[in-house]
């Protein structure tokens, strides 16, 4: 077997170096993105103290989150199937920052209970993201390239409570989602600006693809 033939071509219009560079966004933008779940759950006890509710009562964050992860798999990630994926995470990421610029500055829990469960709809950019990995993969490759997005994923998952918790010893826990609604706007400009298109060539209906989840 010729060197030529051990070798897989990348896809047209893509360098090596620019296929490396846009996998490492698309991680980042999977971990930053799925860490919002996970913010709120060291931070129960200074969420209770501030709203002055029992602790019992502001637990409820945690499985108000996890149902808006749940709602955003079932209604915004057929959307990967059906709109340019660029554009859509990219104004996903929009409005995960205002969800979390909110909670940085909500006044009550019901308010935060709300934007809470925006932020775990929102959070989903990573499931949206990662057909995208496979994509732009090099032909055969598509197993590699998706690992590493989904490396960054769980590197998210694993980082988000002590992030959390650190930054909330240092300037409260506001601060948290301060960082959050920041990180949100940068990488949402990042993929706008630096992803290629890609419209999916999915010929179903949008009720098909629900249903089909």
């Known amino acids: 077997m010729s060197s030529q033939s051990r070798t897989t071509p990348v896809p047209p219009g893509l360098s090596t170096r620019r296929l490396r560079a846009l996998t490492f966004i698309l991680a980042a ?27 019992s009562t502001a637990s409820i964050v945690v499985t108000v989150t996890q149902l808006g992860y749940a709602a955003g ?11 340019e994926n660029r554009i859509l ?20 829990l019901p308010l935060f209970l709300v934007v809470s469960a925006i932020l775990g709809f929102t959070s989903v950019v990573a499931q949206i993201v990662i057909p995208v990995a496979a994509h732009l993969a090099p032909a055969g490759q598509g197993g590699r390239y998706v690992g590493q997005v989904m490396s960054g994923l769980l590197l998210g998952i694993m980082l988000a409570r002590s992030v959390s918790s650190f930054l ?5 826990w506001r601060s948290v989602y301060v960082l959050s609604a920041v990180l949100m706007v940068i990488m949402a400009l990042v ?10 060539d999915h010929a179903g209906s949008y009720g098909s693809l629900v249903v089909s989840i």
Do not use: H
């Open 29 to 55: 933008a999977s971990g930053v993105s799925i860490a919002n779940i996970f913010y709120s759950q060291p931070l129960l006890d200074l969420i209770a103290q501030t709203f002055a509710v029992p602790d």
């Open 73 to 83: 798999i079932l209604v915004l990630m057929p959307l990967g199937d059906l709109i």
């Open 89 to 108: 995470a990219s104004r996903v990421l929009i409005v995960t920052a205002i969800a979390s610029a909110v909670a940085a500055f909500a006044t009550n």
């Open 168 to 172: 909330a010893d240092l300037w409260g």
């Open 191 to 200: 993929l706008a600006a630096t992803l290629p298109r890609r419209k999916p």
